[in-house]
Structure formats: C-alpha cells, structure tokens
T-cell receptor, first 111, second 114 residues
C-alpha cells in the first residue's frame, strides 16, 4: 500500500542552522505531497504542498520539491529559529484512494 | 466562529463504555476525516467521508463507527471503549482536489480509557 517514510528524530539544531528533514514515499497513484507542522498542544496545520512533479512548495522560509524520479519531498530551511521547534509531518494524498501521514519528526531549535 | 471544532477536548472513560467524539466544520468542506495520533505511529486514518451519507474505512477502523448526516458534522463513536483506544483524536476537513488536497485540522480530543 501507499506509505510515507521520514526521519523520526528528534532533530536538535542551533538557531540559524540549516535544516533538512528527509521524506520519501511510495504510492500506486499520482499523489499530492504535503508538509504539516504541529506545535505543542495543537492540531496540525499545513506548511506547504506540491501537487505535481517538479513543483516546489514554499512557506515561511521552508521549501520542498516534488521529485518523482526519487519519490522524495525533502523539507529544507536555510536558517531555523527557536520558534520553528515543532513536529513536522510529511503526507501524501491520492483523493478517493488514500491519505497517509509519516510518523513525524520532532525538531528542537536551541538559542 | 469559522473553522473546525472538536468536543470534548478531554475525556476520561472506562473500558466497555460508549463514547462519542464530535467534530463540526463551518467551511462546508466536502471531505471530513478522523485520525488517531499515537507515539511511534504518527497519524493513522480511522474513517473518512467524501460527502454527506458517504463514509469509507481508513487504516484502523475496527472498534469505531462514524456517520455523516449533515455536511458540517462528522461524529466518531467508540462503541465499547478499550484501553488500546487511548489516544489523541484529530478531526480534519478539506475541499478535496479542488482545494489542492489540503486538510484543515481541529485541535484534537485527548481520550483516556481506564
């Protein structure tokens, strides 16, 4: 079946460090890909998305590119802040068929 | 208030009792979802609904029942609660492919089954 694999962490970085969280997927259809973020005690909220190959999603300094050839959607940010500390979920959606989330990656950014 | 709400936010119950978790959205989104979040498993889909009166099983439907008589409501019922159903439950809604597939999540319900 469809699945999402991502590094579970925790990932601990110093402020202004470069962030990469890897995400790879398997899907039988043509999925849309998402990164969601969850702050403590809250529900998930969309960070960015891409709906077709080679699309780049971006938001709040975060970026991810839909790579069909490597079935990947890695999340990157050039300079993290303490306020970026959260859990990040990679997800895929094939509407009418499947909705799959990865296990989440906990990020801690130290001042 | 516009958005998606869940009630109750916290619930303690006993094994064997029936529990209903409520979810309400004000956007008239066609799709609604129920997930559970457990350490080590991330989010797992329990049930989803593409429209009123249409529901489908997700990855972990056993022990749960859903209904969707109105577009805005999607209650989740645990017919006979078990300890393994202790979890955080998230409801979500979304417009489907017309909205790029984004899901909008509620704040969650923390359920403890004793």
């Amino acid at each position: 079946g469809d699945s999402v694999t991502q590094m579970e962490g925790p990932v601990t970085l110093s402020e202004e460090a470069f962030l990469t969280i890897n995400c790879t997927y398997t899907a039988t259809g043509y999925p849309s890909l998402f990164w969601y973020v969850q702050y403590p005690g809250e529900g998930l909220q969309l960070l960015l998305k891409a709906t077709k190959a080679d699309d780049k999603g971006s938001n709040k300094g975060f970026e991810a590119t839909y790579r069909k050839e490597t079935t990947s959607f890695h999340l990157e940010k050039g300079s993290v802040q303490v306020s970026d500390s959260a859990v990040y979920f990679c997800a895929l959606t094939v509407y009418g068929q499947n909705f799959v989330f990865g296990p989440g990656t906990r990020l801690s950014v130290l001042p | 208030d516009a958005g998606i709400t869940q009630s109750p936010r916290y619930k303690i119950t006993e094994t064997g009792r029936q529990v209903t978790l409520m979810c309400h959205q004000t956007w008239s989104h066609s799709y609604m979802f129920w997930y559970r979040q457990d350490l080590g498993h991330g989010l797992r889909l329990i049930y989803y609904s593409a429209a009123a009166d249409i529901t489908d099983k997700g990855e972990v439907p056993d022990g749960y029942v859903v209904s969707r008589s109105k577009t805005e409501n999607f209650p989740l019922t645990l017919e006979s609660a078990t300890r393994s159903q202790t979890s955080v439950y998230f409801c979500a809604s979304g417009p489907g492919t017309s909205g790029g597939g984004t899901q909008y999540f509620g704040p969650g319900t923390r359920l403890l089954v004793l």
